[in-house]
Structures are given as C-alpha cells and as structure tokens.
C-alpha cells in the first residue's frame, strides 16, 4: 500500500465515526391528493438540541436514467413545507406540514431535505437550551412526494417494444407479461413510469402478442392493477 493511502484510510474512518444521524423521518415517501395536506414526521436521535432546516427540489424525469432534481422558487411549486426551519429538543419531535397548493397536469415528484443547521446567533430553543445546540457532521434525510394531477388517468400504449405512459398519472410496474392466448411469460420489473416516460420491454414484441402489465397508482397505495394491451401494428 502506498503511503498516501495509508494516510487518507484513518482520515475516512474518522470522518465516517463522526457522521451520525442525529435526526430520522417518517414517512420517507408520501403523497399530496391536492385537497388534503399530508405530513412528516421528524424524530431527534440526538440528546442535544438542534435546529433542521428544510429544503425543497423537484425531480425532472424521475425513475429515468436523466433523472435530476432542480431548485425552484415557492411560487412555482405544487405544494409547501411549513415550517420550513424550526428548533428540535435532543430526543424530541415534531410535525412537518406539506401543503397542497396548486394541482399540476401531470403526477410530479418532489424531494423535501432535512437537514441539521446552525442556528440564528443568540437564538433559544424551548426548553431554554438554545445556546447549546450543537450540529456536528450529520446526514440529510430526503423523503420523496408525489403530488397527483387534478385528473388522474391512465393511458399505456406498446409500440416498437416499448411501454409509454400516455396519461397523467404515475404507474408502478411490478410485471410484464408476454401472452399469447391464454399463456403468459411474465417478467418481475419494479419500475415506475411517470407521465411521458418510456420503458423497454424484456422480450420482442411478436404478432398476435399480448402484453399484461401489472402495476400499482399512488393513489390507490398497494393496490395492484392488471391490463392487457394490444401492441401498435409493426
């Protein structure tokens, strides 16, 4: 082993020992119906006081190769967070509020942070330990929200041996199914294909095929959907 890297290997033992999660969420993914707020729930590990602060992104293409989240103004987003920084006793708790704003088109995905942060100089948390709010090096936690369309629907088209999502809604496919009659070779896939997303099949598409897919809608939690679909003509 080279002396360099005999020098950084203590370096990163130390630096992941010093790492902790000094505060945990729950749940780590939800969803916004546009009438309802949901909410989050944020859990101290710590027995020192801290303050979180709280951020949001929005996925572009998520669940696809080119997936990326991008910061946005509020006014541009679907829901909000309140509150959006606040002080958290060691061992205690609080409720994370995320607020319906405006319906989008089409199923959005969104990732909310939460992250400990320093706090304001001079500031004092409840419990009058304010002052002693220590954040050492700690993880963020990212929990996932989809946000539903105004109208929910679903539209799957095959073609050229590729599933596409047509529709509004976000679907998770947990299998696909190449039939012929009454007999079906299916493929376990987890995969979830939002609005104007594409999927490439694990078998040729043949003439006189089917394709049944198995899938789940945020909406409707765990429960599972089965279609069958024509392919477009080759």
Not at 74 to 94: Q, S
Request: charged share 20%; hydrophobic share 40%.
């Amino acid at each position: 082993m080279k002396p360099v890297i005999r020098c950084l290997l203590p370096l990163s033992l130390l630096l992941a020992s010093q790492a902790q999660a000094n505060l945990t969420i729950h749940p780590m993914r939800t969803s916004v119906d546009g009438k309802r707020p949901t909410q989050i729930r944020v859990y101290s590990q710590s027995t020192q006081p801290q303050y979180v602060q709280v951020s949001l992104r929005r996925i572009v293409n998520p669940a696809e190769e080119t997936e990326h989240e991008v910061e946005l103004d509020p006014e541009e987003a679907a829901i909000a967070v309140t509150p959006a920084k606040f002080a958290l006793a060691g061992g205690g708790n609080r409720l994370i509020r995320i607020v319906p704003l405006r319906p989008p088109a089409l199923e959005t995905a969104y990732r909310v942070y939460f992250e400990g942060v320093g706090g304001p100089e001079g500031a004092d948390m409840a419990d009058g330990e304010g002052a002693d709010a220590q954040v050492g090096v700690s993880l963020v936690w990212g929990a996932l929200v989809n946000v539903l369309p105004a109208e929910s629907r679903v539209e799957l088209r095959v073609d050229s041996g590729t599933l596409l999502n047509l529709g509004t809604a976000r679907v998770g496919i947990t299998s696909v199914a190449d039939c012929v009659g009454s007999r079906c070779t299916a493929h376990d896939i987890s995969r979830a294909l939002y609005p104007g997303g594409v999927l490439n099949l694990p078998f040729d598409v043949r003439p006189g095929h089917t394709v049944q897919l198995r899938y789940r809608l945020t909406r409707d939690g765990h429960r599972e959907h089965v279609q069958t679909l024509i392919p477009a003509a080759i």
